[in-house]
């Protein structure tokens, strides 16, 4: 994959997962702060519920894009790494 193809997937598929997470916000939001549409809904709780659902679904998935495909380049040596720095660094 290009240089230049993997960043502009990798920023759509975050923007997709934010989206779904403030869409999810949202409709909570409503459910809870207007009772417009609440007529319409009579099982309100279950509707709260997949909702919530659907935001920790979005919220992980953006941890884990975060978590698994962001190289760290601020990452503590590892044991290892710190055994082969030059001896004047151990000191």
Do not use: W
């Not at 679904?57 to 962001?70: G, P, Q, T, Y």
């Amino acid at each position: 994959m290009s240089e230049r193809l993997a960043p502009q997937l990798f920023r759509a598929a975050g923007a997709r997962f934010e989206a779904q997470r403030q869409e999810a916000i949202a409709t909570v939001a409503l459910y809870l702060e207007s009772g417009v549409g609440v007529g319409d809904h009579p099982n309100i709780v279950d509707e709260i519920c997949a909702a919530v659902t659907r935001l920790a679904a979005a919220e992980e998935a953006l941890v884990s894009l975060e978590r698994n495909f962001i190289k760290r380049d601020e990452e503590a040596p590892t044991e290892g790494e710190q055994s082969q720095a030059s001896p004047q660094q151990s000191r």
